[in-house]
Structure formats: C-alpha cells, structure tokens
C-alpha cells in the first residue's frame, strides 16, 4: 500500500522538525500507542494496539530513522510484531517545506503486513493502513501548529440554563 499526502502545520520548520524527533510528540501522535521509548540516533520501540477489522493485536516494534537532512527531510521506518495476528512493517519520506511562517509536511507511506492480517484482504488492510496514517499526520498537525491560545481573550460565558438530555426531562 502506498499513499502520499501533504499538511500545513501552524509552526517554523524547525520546530515542526524538533518533533518529529521526539518520542513524546510521537507517542501523543500515533493512535493506540501505550509506549514509545528510545533516540532518533538509536531509534525508537514502540508498542500499539489496535483493531484491524476482526484482529485486535497489540504490536511491539522498532523504528527507526533514516537519510536525516535537517531540517529538510527523513525517512522513519517500523517494523511491528503482532504475535499470532502477524506483523506490520512499512516506512514514511518525510519532506519539510517553509511556507513563510508555516511549513508544509510532504509525505510518501508504504506498508506492508503478513500473518492472519495479511488473510484480511488487501482492501481491508489499505483502508486501515490510510487511515493510521492519516489519524498521525492529523494529530501531528494539531498537536505540533495548534494555534497559541490568544492571552486577551475572555472566556465565554453564558447566561443560558443548561439543557436537560431526555431522559431527565423525562423523569422531572
């Protein structure tokens, strides 16, 4: 399976650089991630777990990186292991643009999987290896360019009672 897509994220080139380095943004990021260890040096372990249609498997694995151009480029790839459910392994290009105060993120995913996974059919396996990759570089986004929360602005209040759901009007 191959994809390539592109985001816009609210921040500098090297800040949106710093972390993609980090193990911390990385593990906030990536969906069903319960550890992610390790150096961008050294690389990274990881563990997952996620449902791909009737498997549910928790992955443990390596990732690593690779062909380091700071702060223009990388390629992170994984390799997971999802004991009798099988295996998942793939990798990203990662590429960095500046767009004045925002940098555009350029990505090319491949990914393949063996094991009872592979048995799945490809078309499932596609679906959920574009949707895994789009949940990361969605919550990259917005986990790295969330927009600065604006110092002078009031919080909302209201002077609306609150709504009761149903079943409370219901019972009162």
């Known amino acids: 399976m191959n994809l390539s897509d592109?985001?816009?994220?609210?921040?500098?080139?090297?800040?949106?650089?710093?972390?993609i380095l980090d193990p911390d943004v990385l593990k906030a990021c990536v969906p069903g991630c319960q550890e992610m260890d390790g150096t961008p040096e050294d690389g990274f372990t990881a563990t997952v777990v996620q449902k791909v249609?009737?498997?549910?498997?928790?992955?443990?694995?390596?990732?690593s990186l690779s062909d380091m151009q700071p702060p223009q480029s990388v390629t992170i790839s994984g390799e997971g292991k999802g004991g009798a459910a099988g295996f998942a392994k793939?990798?990203?290009q990662v590429r960095l643009e500046e767009q004045g105060a925002q940098t555009?993120?350029?990505?090319?995913v491949e990914a393949k999987v063996g094991g009872k996974l592979a048995q799945l059919g490809s078309r499932i396996i596609d679906g959920f290896a574009k949707k895994m990759a789009d949940q990361f570089f969605n919550n990259f986004q917005d986990h790295v360019g969330a927009p600065a929360p604006?110092?002078?602005?009031?919080?909302?209040?209201?002077?609306?009672?609150?709504?009761?759901?149903?079943?409370?009007?219901?019972?009162?």
């Open 6 to 19: 592109s985001r816009v994220i609210n921040a500098d080139r090297a800040t949106v650089w710093a972390a």
């Open 53 to 63: 249609g009737p498997v549910k498997a928790t992955f443990k694995g390596a990732v």
């Open 104 to 108: 555009v993120l350029h990505y090319d």
């Open 90 to 92: 793939g990798g990203a």
């Open 150 to 172: 604006d110092a002078e602005q009031e919080p909302e209040t209201s002077n609306e009672t609150p709504k009761k759901g149903w079943l409370k009007r219901l019972v009162t």
